[in-house]
């Protein structure tokens, strides 16, 4: 007999792990989209910039999540958010090791 595994929920709201525990890098092409990211980031150096990276969001001196999470632990620039967080998936492996390192649960309360 096959018994279905219940569909693991993972919801983004409440939550803000992934803002809080990877480093998050804007590429100039999403500070061209969404201004506040020259404005509230650290711009790396030449060196160090790579098309993807240009822009540093987290780890920022004196924030302990990216500098667009607001208290409510959701994006205040959602609609103009970074390639990077727009592919970051909820219930990835990524996910869930940030939700694990940040004491979170799934929706279901797991």
């Given at each position: 007999?096959?018994?279905?595994?219940?569909?693991?929920?993972?919801?983004?709201?409440?939550?803000g792990?992934?803002?809080?525990?990877?480093?998050?890098?804007?590429?100039?092409?999403?500070?061209?989209?969404?201004?506040?990211?020259?404005?509230?980031?650290?711009?790396?150096?030449?060196?160090?910039?790579?098309?993807?990276?240009?822009y540093?969001?987290?780890?920022?001196?004196?924030?302990?999540?990216?500098?667009?999470?607001?208290?409510?632990?959701?994006?205040?620039?959602?609609?103009?958010?970074?390639?990077?967080?727009?592919?970051?998936?909820?219930?990835?492996?990524?996910?869930?090791?940030a939700?694990?390192?940040?004491?979170?649960?799934?929706?279901?309360?797991?």
């Open positions: 007999m096959d018994t279905l595994m219940p569909r693991l929920e993972y919801d983004c709201e409440n939550c792990a992934c803002c809080r525990c990877f480093p998050i890098f804007a590429s100039e092409t999403d500070a061209e989209r969404e201004p506040a990211i020259r404005r509230e980031t650290r711009q790396l150096e030449s060196h160090l910039a790579t098309q993807d990276k240009a540093q969001m987290h780890p920022l001196p004196f924030l302990e999540s990216c500098a667009f999470l607001k208290e409510d632990q959701l994006c205040r620039i959602y609609a103009t958010r970074p390639a990077v967080c727009r592919r970051f998936e909820a219930g990835s492996a990524q996910c869930i090791e939700r694990e390192r940040m004491g979170i649960g799934r929706q279901d309360g797991s």
